[in-house]
Structures are given as structure tokens and as C-alpha cells.
């Protein structure tokens, strides 16, 4: 179990767990069918929350108090997950997939993200629940394609082209700029349709113009596949390169926006309003400069009112105008990000949206700095028609700042943390992600870290100092 997952005491059990592999598996077994036809016809909504990474949901405080009693909430994940029991009981049945024949991290668009597994859960549920009462909820980027195309075949609610505007970025920069939303200029270069690298360098030149540039996948989230370009040479060979590339993708190239990086996190509520939960912004390095030049990443989390009282003015205005565009599907979670090109201003530049929960980097200091499950709030935003987000009983409001070193080429000689425990004020938690003599590759994904660092301040003073000497005086020792 992580060593920054505040695990809260929650209550109920779930389904057989095959440990053997030499066990037969199939996706549902004679107890599951039993127990998901008993659900579907004694309960209102029944709530199939979906997981693609092995861990179980780290934090779902405030699930079994919330949760309707005409409700049913059923957890899939991967049959490898980490167990969090106490998490576990606040569902009513656990089913385990298999997805060992699932690639993503070597992929460069989530089009090709395939989970098996999940389309025969699809029409499994569908002829044990009514579909009328199914909620089918996903949680993570890399099932957001298979999950809205399992919606779509079984006659559920969010389909494919309701997410392409979020998920695609050439059309995500075309619906900001109908809207009047800033959004950096965007050429969009059809790899898997345009193979004339002549055509496709003058495009880039005649639209953008300027370096440095950043090159992204059109559908892809993590930073996967990023590159910043800063000459006409450098920008001349990696046309060349993609465009004979084994498996040709489509891209984005963008200009460079000089700004502080945020997000914000907006829960779309079951009565079409939506509601501000969380927001954060990094302080120094950006995600691409940790994925391409491995700086640590460093995420300050703010309570929203302190945020647009303070260093974001008007950035609800902004959330509401980007959700006003975009026409999600409700309930979700909308995760907005852009750049503030002045800091102390509102001026805003949209930069990606995600139509899921925040990632594991700003989820980690969420509930210190909102008071709110993010996990939590999704699923009950599903369960409840008439919820509305509260803070859990007995928050405090903490200085909570995660910082997190990526992969670096080479081997871990060492845990080295006993110096920042020296030389820190702040109260400080260390989790080591990989173990010492493994040896690594540099950084394909922003979730490719070495260490994570959860620092717990007085003030946001002593928070500003404690990161500055981690980042100029620390680093993993890594030879």
C-alpha cells in the first residue's frame, strides 16, 4: 500500500478472488451472474465503476455514507489490482478482468487502447441489469475509448462522438477558438492519411511560424509521445520520422505558450450544473519538462475559493465557459488545463481537457487542499440525482505539495531520503516507486516516476523554501 494513500474506514464485501492461476477464469462467474441480476432488480442504479490500473481506488471516503440505499455500486478491475480491503467493502461486488493483453504505455493514441475483457462485460451486464439502470463509469483515460464504445453498442449513455471534442485535440483547438476560449494556434498533421512531408512542413510554417514548438499525439494523455521542437531542422526530421513511423499516428504541433501551468477540476452534476472541486498548478516545471528533460514535477494544491480569490481570479468564469462549449456528457468529471499567461491575472489559455478524474500526480494532494473524495464525488454524481459535493467530516485545510522525480537512464544505488527529513521544515512523506539496482529508462509517461515526495507545510512559505532547496540541493541517487 502507497505510503501517501490516506485510507479511510469504510463497510460490505465483494466477489471470490481467483488467487490460483491454474484456477479456471471466466469474466463472470455463477456468483457474479447471481449477484447482478439480485442487484439489478432490487435496486434504482446500479453503478459499474471501472479500473484499468493495479491498484484499487485509493480513496473513497465518504462513498458508504453517501451512497443511496436504492443504489448498488460493483468495482471492475484487473484480477493483478493491490488490494486496499478497507475500500473494497464499500462495494457490493468486486469482479476481476483479465487485462494482461492490454498495451498502452508504447502507444501513442488511445484509438488502439483494446480491453477485451470489458466488451464481454458489456454484454453480460446488459442481460442481467436493465439497461435503464445501469451506470457504466469509467475513471481513467485509457478506457475512455472502449468504455464509450461499449455505451454505444449496448445503447447507454456516452458514446464515442460525445468525448472526441475533449479527447482529440485538433477538435478541441477548432471548438475554443468557435467559443472565443484562447487556445495556442494548432496544425493538425494526418500522418495516417498525408504522406507528402513537403506539404505537411510548409503547413506548419505558414500557421505556427515561430519556435520553439510543441509536437503532441492528436488522442493521447501523460505527455506520451511529446516533443519540443526549436529549429527548422530539428522540426524538418521529426516529420520525416513520424511519417514513417511503423504504426502512423495522427499529431498535433502547437506554438509554445509561456505561462503557469493549472487545472481544474469541475464535477458535472445529474442536474446539468456543474461545480468547481479542485484546483492546482505546478510550480516550476511543466509536464512536458519533466517527461523531456526529467525535472521533478512539483503540483500545489489550492481550495477553490482560495484560488479564485487569490493567484486565479475569474477562473471559475472560465471553467463554466469551457464546460458551456464543450457540452459534456453529465455526470462526469471535466479536468480542465491551461496556462495563465500573467500570474495574478485572468488570462487563460486553454491547453487539454480530460473527461475523467484527475491523474495520480494532482489526485494526490486533492483532498488535503478541497476536502473532497474525487473518486467519491464521481461515483455518487452517478448513484444520486439530487447530489451535491460536501466536505468530509472533519477536514482541515492543509498546505499539501506533491513533488515527483521522474525515471532517469541509469540504476537507483539507494533510498536517499534520510537528508530531506534533515533539511525540511514541512512534515514530510516519502514513496519510493521502484526499488534500489533496478535499472531504468528514461520516462515514456508523466505516471513513470522514480520517487514521490508529499510535503505537509504551516505556511506556503515554508512550502516555497522546502522546494526550493529539494529541487537545488536533492536528487535520487541514480549512476
Given at each position: 500500500m502507497?505510503?501517501?494513500?490516506d485510507?479511510?474506514?469504510?463497510a460490505?464485501t465483494?466477489?471470490?478472488?481467483?488467487?490460483?492461476p491454474?484456477?479456471p477464469?471466466?469474466?463472470?462467474?455463477?456468483?457474479?451472474r447471481?449477484?447482478?441480476?439480485?442487484l439489478?432488480?432490487?435496486?434504482?442504479?446500479?453503478?459499474?465503476?471501472v479500473r484499468?490500473k493495479?491498484?484499487?481506488f485509493?480513496?473513497?471516503?465518504?462513498?458508504?455514507e453517501?451512497k443511496?440505499?436504492?443504489?448498488?455500486?460493483?468495482a471492475?478491475?484487473?484480477?493483478t489490482?493491490?488490494r486496499?480491503e478497507?475500500?473494497e467493502?464499500?462495494?457490493?461486488w468486486?469482479?476481476y478482468?483479465?487485462?494482461s493483453?492490454?498495451?498502452?504505455?508504447?502507444?501513442?493514441t488511445?484509438?488502439?487502447?483494446?480491453?477485451p475483457e470489458l466488451?464481454?462485460?458489456g454484454q453480460?451486464?446488459v442481460?442481467l441489469?436493465p439497461k435503464?439502470?445501469?451506470?457504466?463509469?469509467?475513471t481513467?483515460?485509457?478506457t475512455?475509448?472502449?468504455?464509450c464504445?461499449?455505451r454505444?453498442?449496448?445503447?447507454?449513455?456516452?458514446?464515442?462522438?460525445?468525448?472526441?471534442?475533449?479527447c482529440?485535440?485538433?477538435l478541441?483547438a477548432?471548438?475554443?477558438?468557435n467559443?472565443?476560449?484562447?487556445?495556442?494556434?494548432?496544425?493538425f498533421?494526418?500522418?495516417?492519411?498525408i504522406?507528402d512531408?513537403t506539404?505537411?512542413?510548409?503547413?506548419?510554417k505558414?500557421e505556427?511560424?515561430?519556435?520553439?514548438?510543441?509536437?503532441?499525439?492528436?488522442r493521447?494523455s501523460?505527455s506520451?509521445?511529446?516533443a519540443k521542437?526549436?529549429?527548422i531542422?530539428?522540426?524538418?526530421k521529426?516529420?520525416v520520422?513520424r511519417?514513417?513511423d511503423?504504426?502512423?499516428?495522427?499529431?498535433?504541433i502547437?506554438?509554445?505558450?509561456?505561462?503557469?501551468h493549472?487545472?481544474?477540476?469541475?464535477l458535472?452534476?445529474p442536474?446539468?450544473?456543474?461545480e468547481?472541486?479542485?484546483?492546482?498548478?505546478?510550480?516550476?516545471s511543466?509536464?512536458q519538462?519533466?517527461?523531456l528533460k526529467g525535472?521533478?514535477?512539483?503540483?500545489?494544491?489550492l481550495?477553490?475559493a482560495?484560488?479564485?480569490?487569490?493567484k486565479?481570479?475569474?477562473?471559475?468564469?472560465?471553467s463554466?465557459?469551457?464546460v458551456?462549449?464543450?457540452?459534456?456528457?453529465?455526470?462526469?468529471?471535466?479536468f480542465i488545463?491551461?496556462?495563465?499567461?500573467?500570474?495574478g491575472?485572468?488570462?487563460?489559455?486553454l491547453n487539454?481537457?480530460?473527461?475523467?478524474?484527475?491523474g495520480?500526480?494532482?489526485?494526490t494532494v486533492?483532498y488535503?487542499?478541497c476536502?473532497i473524495s474525487?473518486?467519491t464525488a464521481l461515483?455518487?454524481a452517478?448513484l444520486d440525482?439530487h447530489?451535491?459535493?460536501?466536505t468530509?467530516p472533519?477536514?482541515?485545510?492543509?498546505?499539501?505539495?506533491?513533488?515527483?522525480?521522474?525515471?532517469?537512464?541509469g540504476?537507483?544505488?539507494?533510498?536517499?531520503?534520510?537528508?530531506?527529513?534533515?533539511?525540511?521544515?514541512?512534515?514530510c512523506?516519502?514513496e519510493?516507486c521502484?526499488k534500489?539496482?533496478?535499472h531504468?529508462?528514461n520516462?515514456l509517461?508523466?505516471s513513470d516516476?522514480l520517487?514521490?515526495i508529499l510535503?505537509?507545510?504551516?505556511?506556503?512559505?515554508?512550502?516555497?523554501a522546502?522546494?526550493e532547496w529539494?529541487?537545488s540541493e536533492w536528487n535520487?541517487d541514480?549512476?
Amino acid at each position: 500500500m502507497s505510503v501517501l494513500s490516506d485510507l479511510c474506514p469504510v463497510a460490505s464485501t465483494g466477489s471470490f478472488r481467483p488467487e490460483d492461476p491454474a484456477l479456471p477464469y471466466a469474466l463472470l462467474g455463477p456468483n457474479d451472474r447471481k449477484v447482478l441480476a439480485e442487484l439489478g432488480e432490487s435496486k434504482k442504479v446500479v453503478g459499474i465503476v471501472v479500473r484499468a490500473k493495479n491498484v484499487f481506488f485509493e480513496d473513497v471516503r465518504g462513498l458508504a455514507e453517501g451512497k443511496p440505499e436504492n443504489a448498488a455500486l460493483v468495482a471492475v478491475v484487473p484480477r493483478t489490482c493491490l488490494r486496499i480491503e478497507e475500500n473494497e467493502k464499500v462495494f457490493d461486488w468486486i469482479i476481476y478482468y483479465d487485462n494482461s493483453g492490454c498495451v498502452y504505455r508504447e502507444l501513442k493514441t488511445t484509438n488502439h487502447v483494446s480491453y477485451p475483457e470489458l466488451h464481454k462485460l458489456g454484454q453480460e451486464l446488459v442481460e442481467l441489469i436493465p439497461k435503464e439502470k445501469i451506470q457504466l463509469i469509467h475513471t481513467e483515460e485509457r478506457t475512455i475509448t472502449e468504455l464509450c464504445r461499449i455505451r454505444e453498442r449496448h445503447g447507454l449513455q456516452a458514446y464515442p462522438k460525445d468525448v472526441d471534442g475533449m479527447c482529440r485535440k485538433e477538435l478541441l483547438a477548432k471548438i475554443a477558438q468557435n467559443s472565443e476560449i484562447p487556445v495556442a494556434k494548432t496544425v493538425f498533421l494526418e500522418f495516417t492519411q498525408i504522406h507528402d512531408t513537403t506539404q505537411l512542413l510548409n503547413k506548419v510554417k505558414l500557421e505556427i511560424g515561430a519556435f520553439p514548438m510543441f509536437a503532441k499525439p492528436n488522442r493521447m494523455s501523460g505527455s506520451a509521445g511529446i516533443a519540443k521542437i526549436t529549429t527548422i531542422e530539428q522540426l524538418e526530421k521529426w516529420i520525416v520520422e513520424r511519417s514513417t513511423d511503423e504504426v502512423p499516428v495522427d499529431y498535433v504541433i502547437q506554438e509554445f505558450v509561456e505561462g503557469k501551468h493549472f487545472g481544474v477540476t469541475v464535477l458535472l452534476l445529474p442536474d446539468g450544473t456543474s461545480e468547481v472541486l479542485f484546483v492546482y498548478h505546478l510550480l516550476g516545471s511543466t509536464a512536458q519538462e519533466t517527461i523531456l528533460k526529467g525535472k521533478p514535477l512539483v503540483v500545489a494544491g489550492l481550495n477553490p475559493a482560495a484560488a479564485f480569490n487569490g493567484k486565479f481570479p475569474n477562473l471559475d468564469k472560465f471553467s463554466q465557459k469551457v464546460v458551456n462549449a464543450f457540452q459534456p456528457v453529465f455526470p462526469q468529471i471535466l479536468f480542465i488545463q491551461g496556462f495563465q499567461l500573467t500570474p495574478g491575472a485572468d488570462q487563460y489559455v486553454l491547453n487539454e481537457l480530460n473527461y475523467r478524474p484527475n491523474g495520480d500526480r494532482s489526485m494526490t494532494v486533492s483532498y488535503h487542499s478541497c476536502g473532497i473524495s474525487l473518486y467519491t464525488a464521481l461515483i455518487l454524481a452517478h448513484l444520486d440525482p439530487h447530489y451535491q459535493p460536501k466536505t468530509y467530516p472533519g477536514w482541515k485545510p492543509q498546505t499539501a505539495t506533491l513533488i515527483a522525480y521522474p525515471f532517469r537512464r541509469g540504476v537507483l544505488r539507494s533510498h536517499n531520503d534520510e537528508s530531506l527529513r534533515e533539511n525540511v521544515r514541512s512534515n514530510c512523506m516519502v514513496e519510493w516507486c521502484q526499488k534500489p539496482g533496478v535499472h531504468m529508462t528514461n520516462p515514456l509517461h508523466i505516471s513513470d516516476m522514480l520517487v514521490k515526495i508529499l510535503l505537509y507545510s504551516k505556511t506556503e512559505r515554508d512550502r516555497d523554501a522546502d522546494v526550493e532547496w529539494i529541487c537545488s540541493e536533492w536528487n535520487p541517487d541514480v549512476v
